[in-house]
């Protein structure tokens, strides 16, 4: 349920950026969800146009960006991407730690008119 209280504060940014750029009205919001986020898009999406309803947002497209989660070895030290439910590095076998990405939840870009 921490979808809702997110999805206002996407909102609040967004009419917050809008208005300040003299918008009248939201066309597309871009939004980037890290893979180990915890957010659901549809989620996102769902509250989004409850709070939008009878507001400059109310059309405005949603875009979600998947953005895969990147892990650390320790040992060879290199980047690796995750795959599926393996958190092993691919080198060498030992356990990757997590990164910051992949468990972001990020406003890209906001279109307006």
Not at 72 to 92: G, H, Q
């Amino acid at each position: 349920m921490h979808e809702m209280s997110l999805t206002e504060k996407i909102y609040r940014l967004v009419l917050t950026e809008a208005k300040a750029h003299g918008a009248e009205r939201v066309t597309k919001i871009t939004i980037s969800i890290g893979e180990l986020s915890g957010v659901a898009a549809d989620s996102v999406e769902f509250y989004f146009r409850m709070l939008a309803k009878g507001t400059m947002a109310q059309d405005a497209i949603l875009e979600f960006n998947r953005v895969s989660a990147r892990l650390f070895c320790i040992y060879c030290e290199k980047e690796f991407n995750k795959v599926a439910r393996d958190f092993f590095c691919p080198d060498c076998g030992n356990l990757g730690r997590l990164t910051a990405k992949g468990q972001e939840c990020t406003i890209e870009s906001i279109e307006v008119d």
